[in-house]
Each structure stands twice: as structure tokens, then as C-alpha cells.
């Protein structure tokens, strides 16, 4: 049982250039959450999902997509990375109150 | 939405003292608050959380209580010890329900020897 994992670790990207963050849970968890956390920001909700093919959008959702084709994934997407996306994102999944957290992923935009 | 603002943003104290960490939220239906511990370079954990039908929930030396009234709720924690050096972060409901979460912006305590 790992739990929540995201890959990958750590990336770094140029301006405008695209990647996916995957985030996999093995708990049968509903809800899915992608936050990102900035120093002294806390932790921002970017989309999330309530179940297999559905997402929504969360706090701070510009410049994201997401995907929830299978309900053990949920994808972030970046299309066009800016500089201001630099941060660390987790991953989270519930199916009651409580949020179980990936381990995050570092991510620089030059 | 739901807006929380949490108090202080850092926190020194001395190994056996107590640590008090605040929060306040803005949408009186709110009815479930959770805090989260953040060691460093690790994933936030729930340490405890509460429901709004309930003033004071205590887990050995850790408490929370909530004032619905006034809108705040706050961590305890009793004796502290260096380990529980962390980030830790109070949450309330964003949006209906309460699975999905706004978070304060953390409180970074320190515990010294």
C-alpha cells in the first residue's frame, strides 16, 4: 500500500515549454486535490475532483488543466510554463474528511 | 469563499512551554476544522481536527478548541518537545461539505532545547 505518490520528484523547465505532474493513489479514494505551496502562502487549491471523469476548479486554477481519466490518477498539466509557476505541488486524495498528502513535486521554471 | 487567516506566522519556545496557534475564518456555516503538521521537506499530516458541534477536542499533549461565536479556533500544544518543531497549518471548508479545504497561510514553531 504506497499510499499517495506523484512523479516526478523534481523538474526543471524553460518558459513555455509544457509538462504533466501525476499524482496515483492506491486507497480507492473518491476526491483527488492538486495544491501548490509558495513560501508563506500556505497550500493553494489548484482543481480538484470528486470522482473518475469529473474535475473542478479550486482557488487558484489559471494557467492548469487536469484529468481524471482513471479514478487512481489525476494529472496537472502545465501548457505553457511561466516563471511564476515555480513552486512545490502536492497531491492529495480522501473519502471522508481527512487529506492524505503525496510527497510533492519541486518545480523551477527558468 | 471561505477566508482564514492564522496567527502568528512564527513561533520560538522553549522545550516544556506551551504553544498556542490561532486561526480565524470568515463563513459561519463552516463546521469542520482541521490542523496539519508539516515537518521539514515532508508531506502535511493531520494531527487533529474538529467539528463544529464540539468546543474542545484534546489527543495527549495536543488540543484544539473552536469558538463558533467569534469565529477562531486554536491548536495547543502542551510541553512541547523539539520534534514538534514543524509548519503547522489550520484549514477550514471551501466551497459546500467539507472536502475541499482553504488553508492558512502556516505557522512555523520552533522548539529549542
Known amino acids: 500500500n504506497a499510499g499517495v505518490t506523484q512523479t516526478p520528484k523534481f523538474r526543471v523547465l524553460k518558459t513555455g515549454q509544457s509538462m504533466t505532474l501525476l499524482c496515483a493513489q492506491d486507497?480507492?479514494?473518491?476526491?483527488m486535490y492538486w495544491y501548490r505551496q509558495d513560501p508563506g502562502m500556505g497550500l493553494r487549491l489548484i482543481h480538484y475532483?470528486?470522482?473518475?471523469?469529473?474535475?473542478a476548479k479550486g482557488e487558484v486554477p489559471d494557467g492548469y488543466n487536469v484529468s481524471r481519466l482513471k479514478k487512481q490518477n489525476f494529472l496537472l498539466g502545465l501548457e505553457s510554463a511561466a516563471p511564476s509557476q515555480t513552486s512545490v505541488y502536492f497531491c492529495?486524495?480522501?473519502?471522508?474528511?481527512?487529506?492524505?498528502f503525496g510527497p510533492g513535486t519541486r518545480l523551477l521554471v527558468l | 469563499g471561505e477566508n482564514v487567516e492564522q496567527h502568528p506566522s512564527t513561533l520560538s519556545v522553549q522545550e516544556g512551554d506551551s504553544a498556542v496557534i490561532k486561526c480565524t475564518y470568515s463563513?459561519?456555516?463552516?463546521?469542520?476544522f482541521p490542523w496539519y503538521k508539516q515537518e521539514l521537506g515532508k508531506r502535511p499530516q493531520l494531527i487533529i481536527d474538529?467539528?463544529?458541534n464540539v468546543g474542545e477536542k484534546k489527543d495527549q499533549r495536543i488540543a484544539v478548541t473552536l469558538n463558533k461565536t467569534a469565529k477562531h479556533f486554536s491548536l495547543h500544544i502542551t510541553e512541547t518537545q523539539p520534534e514538534d518543531s514543524a509548519v503547522y497549518f489550520c484549514?477550514?471548508?471551501w466551497g459546500s461539505g467539507y472536502s475541499t479545504l482553504t488553508f492558512g497561510k502556516g505557522t512555523m514553531l520552533l522548539v529549542s532545547p
Open positions: 492529495a486524495s480522501t473519502i471522508a474528511e481527512t487529506q492524505y
Open positions: 475532483s470528486v470522482g473518475e471523469g469529473t474535475t
Open positions: 486507497m480507492n479514494h473518491e476526491y
Open positions: 484549514a477550514a471548508p
Open positions: 474538529i467539528r463544529s
Open positions: 463563513d459561519s456555516a463552516s463546521n469542520y
